[in-house]
């Protein structure tokens, strides 16, 4: 059964930069996408993108211009850069894999990382 | 692009039947598939409906999901409620570029 095990700094001061990696154990790494998804506490989950073994991705157009992702083949490991970050960045953050049947799919999620913006 | 609308808060007594609801802003509600999330507090979100109405494995039937074009909307219904439903839960869709799209999540009192 696939697993996924996050990691990354939890504590970030204005305008720095938030990087996150998630690793996948169990299962293959390749022929699926892998998503980053959010949640300010209380609030609700947002999608952030996704990316492929190859480094097809796509990202949510509101942090189009802040984000990059990154995959790791040989590692099986993905990762997430979020740029000049702000206090409204603060969130629970998720990797998951993008689990598709013949005819749809949805996401299958890690633990979460709790990431903090403060000065 | 187009938003999904749940009901902030929904309580209903064990035992009984309860169904939260999620509106498509814009867009027809069959256009693309609909999943349900459950996340227990301090989890991370579990999914509990998939392709509009399909459970899985290991998912109990007490729980269904639906669509009504005439709403549209997408419903998730918990029947036969018990205490361990109590959670948040999440409403997923995707639009044309394939981008995914939450709901604003409903937390569910079970008292």
């Known amino acids: 059964q696939v697993q996924v095990q996050q990691w990354g700094a939890g504590l970030l001061k204005p305008s720095e930069t938030l990087s996150l990696n998630c690793a996948v154990y169990?299962?293959?790494?390749?022929?699926?996408?892998w998503s980053w998804i959010r949640q300010p506490p209380g609030k609700g989950l947002e999608w952030i993108g996704e990316?492929?073994?190859?480094?097809?991705?796509k990202f949510t157009p509101s942090l189009e211009s802040r984000v990059s992702m990154s995959a790791d083949s040989s590692n099986n490991q993905f990762s997430l850069k979020l740029t000049s970050m702000t206090a409204a960045d603060t969130a629970v953050y998720y990797c998951?894999?993008?689990?598709?049947?013949?005819?749809?799919?949805?996401?299958?999620w890690g633990h979460g990382t709790l990431v903090t913006v403060s000065s | 692009n187009f938003m999904l609308t749940q009901p902030h808060s929904v309580s209903e007594s064990p035992g009984k039947t309860v169904t939260i609801s999620c509106t498509r802003s814009?867009?027809?509600?069959?256009?693309?598939?609909v999943q349900w999330y459950q996340q227990r507090p301090g989890s991370a979100p579990t999914i509990v409906i998939y392709?509009?109405?399909?459970?899985p494995s290991g998912v109990p039937d007490r729980f269904s999901g639906s669509i009504d074009s005439s709403s549209n909307s997408a419903s998730l219904t918990i029947s036969g409620l018990r205490t361990e439903d109590e959670a948040d839960y999440h409403c997923?869709?995707?639009?044309?570029?394939?981008?995914?799209?939450f709901g604003g999540g409903t937390k569910l009192t079970v008292l």
């Open positions: 814009s867009g027809s509600i069959v256009s693309n598939y």
């Open positions: 169990g299962g293959s790494f390749s022929g699926f996408y």
């Open positions: 997923q869709s995707y639009d044309s570029s394939y981008h995914w799209v």
């Open positions: 998951a894999r993008l689990y598709c049947t013949s005819s749809s799919c949805y996401h299958l």
């Open positions: 392709e509009d109405s399909q459970r």
């Open positions: 990316i492929n073994h190859s480094g097809s991705d």
